[in-house]
Nanobody
Protein backbone atom coordinates (compact mmCIF):
# COMPACT_ATOMS: atom_id res chain seq x y z
CA UNK A 1 0.00 0.00 0.00
CA UNK A 2 1.10 3.54 -0.67
CA UNK A 3 -0.45 6.88 0.24
CA UNK A 4 0.03 9.88 -2.02
CA UNK A 5 -0.16 13.57 -1.11
CA UNK A 6 0.08 16.26 -3.79
CA UNK A 7 1.16 19.84 -3.20
CA UNK A 8 2.32 22.87 -5.12
CA UNK A 9 -0.85 23.88 -6.91
CA UNK A 10 -2.10 27.45 -7.01
CA UNK A 11 -3.06 30.41 -9.13
CA UNK A 12 -0.65 31.55 -11.84
CA UNK A 13 -0.83 33.81 -14.86
CA UNK A 14 -0.63 32.42 -18.36
CA UNK A 15 2.99 31.87 -19.32
CA UNK A 16 4.00 31.21 -15.75
CA UNK A 17 5.36 28.10 -14.07
CA UNK A 18 4.51 25.81 -11.19
CA UNK A 19 6.08 22.68 -9.75
CA UNK A 20 3.80 20.04 -8.31
CA UNK A 21 5.06 17.48 -5.83
CA UNK A 22 3.62 14.15 -4.85
CA UNK A 23 4.96 12.63 -1.65
CA UNK A 24 4.49 8.91 -1.17
CA UNK A 25 4.48 6.88 2.00
CA UNK A 26 5.97 3.43 2.28
CA UNK A 27 9.36 1.87 1.76
CA UNK A 28 8.78 0.47 -1.71
CA UNK A 29 8.27 3.72 -3.61
CA UNK A 30 11.05 2.86 -6.03
CA UNK A 31 9.06 -0.14 -7.27
CA UNK A 32 6.13 2.03 -8.40
CA UNK A 33 5.55 3.60 -11.76
CA UNK A 34 4.04 7.05 -11.24
CA UNK A 35 1.66 9.16 -13.26
CA UNK A 36 0.08 12.59 -13.26
CA UNK A 37 -3.49 13.10 -14.43
CA UNK A 38 -5.78 16.11 -14.45
CA UNK A 39 -9.48 16.79 -14.45
CA UNK A 40 -11.09 20.05 -15.46
CA UNK A 41 -14.69 20.91 -14.50
CA UNK A 42 -17.17 19.00 -16.64
CA UNK A 43 -14.44 16.93 -18.30
CA UNK A 44 -13.08 13.45 -17.87
CA UNK A 45 -9.81 12.79 -16.12
CA UNK A 46 -6.97 12.85 -18.62
CA UNK A 47 -3.41 11.64 -18.72
CA UNK A 48 -0.66 14.23 -18.36
CA UNK A 49 2.65 12.45 -17.76
CA UNK A 50 4.13 9.23 -16.40
CA UNK A 51 7.51 7.97 -15.29
CA UNK A 52 8.90 4.48 -14.88
CA UNK A 53 10.07 3.12 -11.54
CA UNK A 54 13.68 4.16 -12.06
CA UNK A 55 13.00 7.36 -13.95
CA UNK A 56 14.50 5.94 -17.10
CA UNK A 57 11.38 6.37 -19.21
CA UNK A 58 8.93 9.23 -19.32
CA UNK A 59 5.71 9.73 -21.25
CA UNK A 60 3.69 12.85 -21.97
CA UNK A 61 0.36 13.81 -23.40
CA UNK A 62 0.74 15.71 -26.66
CA UNK A 63 -0.92 18.75 -25.09
CA UNK A 64 1.90 19.18 -22.54
CA UNK A 65 4.91 17.83 -24.41
CA UNK A 66 7.74 20.33 -24.39
CA UNK A 67 6.18 22.35 -21.54
CA UNK A 68 5.88 19.86 -18.67
CA UNK A 69 8.59 17.65 -17.17
CA UNK A 70 8.01 14.70 -14.86
CA UNK A 71 10.80 13.53 -12.57
CA UNK A 72 11.25 11.54 -9.41
CA UNK A 73 13.56 11.32 -6.43
CA UNK A 74 13.33 7.82 -5.00
CA UNK A 75 15.45 8.80 -2.00
CA UNK A 76 12.76 11.33 -1.06
CA UNK A 77 9.78 9.19 -2.11
CA UNK A 78 8.61 12.06 -4.29
CA UNK A 79 7.57 12.59 -7.87
CA UNK A 80 7.46 16.05 -9.43
CA UNK A 81 5.71 17.74 -12.32
CA UNK A 82 7.39 20.89 -13.53
CA UNK A 83 4.93 22.94 -15.59
CA UNK A 84 6.20 25.80 -17.76
CA UNK A 85 4.46 28.08 -20.23
CA UNK A 86 1.15 27.42 -18.56
CA UNK A 87 -2.04 28.09 -20.48
CA UNK A 88 -5.60 28.71 -19.24
CA UNK A 89 -6.56 25.30 -20.65
CA UNK A 90 -4.15 23.70 -18.16
CA UNK A 91 -6.55 24.71 -15.38
CA UNK A 92 -7.64 21.55 -13.57
CA UNK A 93 -7.25 19.48 -10.46
CA UNK A 94 -4.02 17.53 -10.81
CA UNK A 95 -3.72 14.04 -9.36
CA UNK A 96 -0.76 11.78 -8.93
CA UNK A 97 -1.15 8.03 -9.16
CA UNK A 98 0.93 4.93 -8.51
CA UNK A 99 1.04 1.37 -9.72
CA UNK A 100 3.50 -1.26 -8.60
CA UNK A 101 5.74 -3.52 -10.63
CA UNK A 102 5.32 -2.03 -14.09
CA UNK A 103 8.25 -1.83 -16.49
CA UNK A 104 6.38 0.67 -18.64
CA UNK A 105 4.46 3.42 -16.84
CA UNK A 106 0.79 3.29 -17.90
CA UNK A 107 -0.99 6.20 -19.53
CA UNK A 108 -4.53 5.05 -18.76
CA UNK A 109 -6.07 5.95 -15.42
CA UNK A 110 -7.68 2.56 -14.81
CA UNK A 111 -4.25 0.93 -14.71
CA UNK A 112 -3.28 2.81 -11.56
CA UNK A 113 -4.03 1.43 -8.12
CA UNK A 114 -3.39 4.40 -5.82
CA UNK A 115 -4.38 8.04 -6.10
CA UNK A 116 -3.75 11.25 -4.23
CA UNK A 117 -6.44 13.73 -3.26
CA UNK A 118 -5.49 16.22 -5.96
CA UNK A 119 -4.20 19.79 -6.04
CA UNK A 120 -5.87 22.67 -7.87
CA UNK A 121 -4.00 24.50 -10.63
CA UNK A 122 -5.63 27.65 -12.00
CA UNK A 123 -4.11 29.56 -14.89
CA UNK A 124 -5.50 33.03 -15.52
CA UNK A 125 -5.41 34.68 -18.93
Amino acid sequence: QVQLVESGGGLVQAGGSLRLSCAASGRTFSSYAMGWFRQAPGKEREFVAAISWNGGNTYYADSVKGRFTISRDNAKNTVYLRMNSLKPEDTAVYYCAAVQMRVVAPTRSYEYDYWGQGTQVTVSS
